[in-house]
């Protein structure tokens, strides 16, 4: 199988902008829910990945492998790689757009392998919009945000309404967010097209 990989983005995109009301480079993020996987500080074996704004489009992510994230002995699990990119696109596309979106593909390269106690610096860019398709990318590097290339991947969001969430989440845990909004760690989080 050829490594080169298809054209990306893979349809016609206008250049996605930064949002005008988007966090100056620098800032830091913090957790959006404190229950995700990706970032949640109330989740004990997840990948709090720490996230900060970048120049441009960009946003810088990091995060150390642990022994909870093992796939084979004293290496990192492609799934929670993967899933590492995912929350650093999904920060990408939802604080330098300001939209709500979701994934709805990502595709990973794994180019090195990444061992337990490994720091990932993670890249991530908006490569272009097409209506409500938002194409990104990233890298991910060792140990330095000048490291070894270990990962890249690609990802298409698709932008939704916020009933999205609403309509198909679980109902005790939007109770849950309800009777304590700050389980949203980012309530401010505003919809400006
Ligand atoms: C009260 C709660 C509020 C909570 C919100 C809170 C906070 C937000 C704050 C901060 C955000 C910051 C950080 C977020 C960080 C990380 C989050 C990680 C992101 C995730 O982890 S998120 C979970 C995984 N994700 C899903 O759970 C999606 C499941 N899925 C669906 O829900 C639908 O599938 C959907 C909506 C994707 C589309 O459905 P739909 O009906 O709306 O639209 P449709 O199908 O027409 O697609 C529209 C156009 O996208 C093209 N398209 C779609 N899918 C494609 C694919 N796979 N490949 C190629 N093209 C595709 C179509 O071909 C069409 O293209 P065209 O327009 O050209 O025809």
Redesign the pocket.
């Known amino acids: 199988m050829s490594r080169v990989p298809p054209p990306w983005p893979p349809v016609e995109v206008e250049t996605a902008h930064r949002h005008p009301d988007a966090p100056p480079p620098g800032t830091k993020f913090g957790p959006?829910?404190a229950h995700c996987f990706?970032c949640g500080d109330e989740v004990e074996h997840g990948l709090h990945l720490q996230t900060e704004a970048g120049e441009g489009t960009a946003i810088h992510a990091q995060f150390t492998v642990t022994e909870a994230h093992q796939g084979a002995p004293g290496l990192a699990h492609g799934g929670l790689l993967a899933c590492a990119f995912?929350?650093a696109l999904?920060?990408t596309v939802?604080?330098q757009l300001r939209r709500?979106a979701?994934?709805?593909?990502l595709e990973t390269d794994f180019l090195a392998p990444v061992p337990v106690g490994s720091t990932l610096h993670i890249v991530g860019t908006l490569d272009g919009i097409a209506?409500?398709?938002v194409y990104a990318s990233a890298e991910g590097r060792l140990d330095a945000p000048d490291g070894p290339l270990a990962l890249r991947a690609r990802a298409?969001f698709?932008i939704?309404d916020?009933r999205?969430?609403?309509e198909h989440?679980r109902a005790e845990d939007?109770r849950a967010?309800a009777e304590n909004p700050s389980l949203?760690r980012?309530s401010r989080?505003d919809i400006n097209p």
Not at 102 to 105: A, L, M
């Open positions: 959006h829910y990706g995912d929350e999904g920060v939802g604080q709500p979701v994934t709805g593909r209506g409500r398709k298409l698709v939704v916020f999205h969430f609403v989440g939007l967010v949203l980012q989080f």
